[in-house]
């Protein structure tokens, strides 16, 4: 069993919001140009690809592409 404290890491002090660069931000997270939607991109082409190499290639770039969901 655990206790989920709702905490964050880092205190911070927000003195003024900006919505519109909140929207880019999370746009480019998970927009249709975002890097969510490029890794999965990456990811399923890779099925498509006879050459083992090229799946290798796309597997190693949609990895790269999603590791900043991973460590958030």
Request: aromatic letters at 12%; a neutral charge.
């Amino acid at each position: 069993m655990w206790i989920y404290n709702k905490t964050l890491q880092y205190p911070i002090n927000i003195k003024c919001t900006d919505v519109r660069l909140a929207k880019n931000i999370i746009s480019q997270y998970g927009g249709p140009d975002g890097e969510l939607a490029a890794s999965l991109r990456y990811l399923s082409q890779r099925f498509g690809m006879p050459d083992q190499n090229a799946k290798a290639v796309l597997n190693d770039i949609g990895t790269e592409e999603y590791a900043p969901f991973c460590y958030q």
